[in-house]
T-cell receptor, first 115, second 114 residues
Framework: GAGVSQTPSNKVTEKGKYVELRCDPI?????LYWYRQSLGQGPEFLIY????????DSGLPNDRFFAVRPEGSVSTLKIQRTERGDSAVYLC?????????????FGPGTRLLVL | AQSVTQPDIHITVSEGASLELRCNYS??????LFWYVQSPGQGLQLLLK??????LVQGIKGFEAEFKRSQSSFNLRKPSVHWSDAAEYFC????????????FGTGTRLKVLA
């Protein structure tokens, strides 16, 4: 079946602009995660959705970052007033129910470059 | 604090040689442990995972890992490396309370010489 997909695969924007990154999880997965991978680093947790609600947004770096999942499937990560330090690969993952023993399935990521 | 350390940033091995990638973790409870591989332009792919039971875990592509509680380690091994194994490898701890998220190490980039 189809895996996790993310669009766009690459995004170049200018400092101060607004961007939206989209994640389409595996069908039927209720748990959805966003991670950010900076150059030379491992992925870092940003936010976790269980269904439509953000169950844990403790990893969002500041209030310029926001994410939604209005119908419990597709999620959008939104970044306002982008800064050069936001440049990274943004990864999305999903799992069936969000339990500890489940494997998280990752998408290919969106590479964001802020000029 | 929960953390994962991968001491080797880069490793180079010859094709056919054995491989060991190191991973050390810091976690207050019994950890759930994972190894993922990331090839250029690809998403993270799960190689293997450990939750409990037998401390030697078999994964895909001929990889295995051994959980050693006394050393807080979960090292990844492969007896004979193939050129296609060149990629970046990430060790992760899965938290077991609250949000079940992953804490990743910084990764080890593997280069394979023909």
């Amino acid at each position: 079946g189809a895996g996790v997909s993310q669009t766009p695969s690459n995004k170049v924007t200018e400092k101060g602009k607004y961007v939206e990154l989209r994640c389409d999880p595996i069908s039927g997965h209720t748990a959805l995660y966003w991670y950010r991978q900076s150059l030379g680093q491992g992925p870092e947790f940003l936010i976790y959705f269980q269904g439509t609600g953000a169950a844990d947004d403790s990893g969002l770096p500041n209030d310029r970052f926001f994410a939604v999942r209005p119908e419990g499937s597709v999620s959008t990560l939104k970044i306002q007033r982008t800064e050069r330090g936001d440049s990274a690969v943004y990864l999305c993952a999903s799992s069936p129910m969000g339990t500890a023993q489940e494997t998280q399935y990752f998408g290919p990521g969106t590479r964001l470059l802020v000029l | 604090a929960q953390s994962v350390t991968q001491p080797d940033i880069h490793i180079t091995v010859s094709e056919g040689a054995s491989l060991e990638l190191r991973c050390n973790y810091s976690y207050g409870a019994t950890p759930y442990l994972f190894w993922y591989v990331q090839s250029p332009g690809q998403g993270l792919q799960l190689l293997l995972k450990y939750f409990s039971g037998d401390t030697l875990v078999q994964g895909i592509k001929g990889f295995e890992a051994e959980f050693k509680r006394s050393q807080s380690s979960f090292n990844l091994r492969k007896p004979s490396v193939h050129w296609s194994d060149a990629a970046e490898y990430f060790c992760a701890v899965g938290t077991t309370s609250g949000t079940y998220k992953y804490i990743f190490g910084t990764g080890t980039r593997l280069k394979v010489l023909a």
